[in-house]
């Protein structure tokens, strides 16, 4: 049997090349947003503009009013961001192979790497971007409470 190709943990192999995902992990960080005139103010300002369009074709065109009381700017922003870092994630993660594809024919070094490093990026600037929304929504006068943290627990354990 051959040993090489045994599946390993994920968490070993991660804590094994721990730098190179540093790595990985901070290029993906800041290079997404290096080319775009707001830099990494972008990371705040795609959010709420992606809830403002949401919330006037929502509320202004389909005319959805409140559920149960509570504003649909709220429904919509609770709904939305898990969305969101879910499939930005996976579309992400799927990219990066594809991305860094000259890096993993020439250098031998555990592929899956390049994938986390990615998914974690972008898991973290999601996580930035629902602490935005969550400011603009207490802004609203809307109730935001610690428990709507706690949806971001879901996207640290993916």
């Known amino acids: 049997m051959n040993h090489s190709l045994a599946p390993v943990p994920t968490a070993a192999?991660?804590?094994?090349?721990?730098?190179?995902?540093?790595?990985?992990?901070?290029?993906?960080?800041?290079?997404?947003?290096?080319?775009?005139?707001?830099?990494l103010a972008w990371a705040f300002l795609h959010p709420l503009a992606l809830l403002a369009v949401y919330h006037f074709v929502f509320t202004t065109v389909f005319r959805a009013g409140p559920m149960d009381g509570k504003s649909f700017l709220l429904f919509v922003a609770v709904a939305l961001w898990p969305w969101l870092a879910a499939q930005e994630a996976l579309q992400r993660g799927t990219v990066s192979i594809a991305a860094h594809a000259g890096l993993i024919r020439k250098v031998a070094f555990p592929h899956e790497v390049v994938v986390y490093a990615s998914i974690a990026a972008t898991l973290v600037l999601q996580f930035v971007g629902?602490?935005?929304?969550?400011v603009v929504l207490a802004l609203f006068g809307e109730p935001v409470h610690f428990e709507g943290l706690l949806l971001a627990v879901p996207l640290w354990i993916v």
């Open 130 to 134: 629902y602490l935005a929304v969550l």
């Open 13 to 39: 192999v991660l804590q094994r090349n721990r730098a190179l995902f540093a790595n990985f992990f901070r290029r993906e960080l800041f290079s997404r947003y290096l080319g775009s005139a707001s830099g």
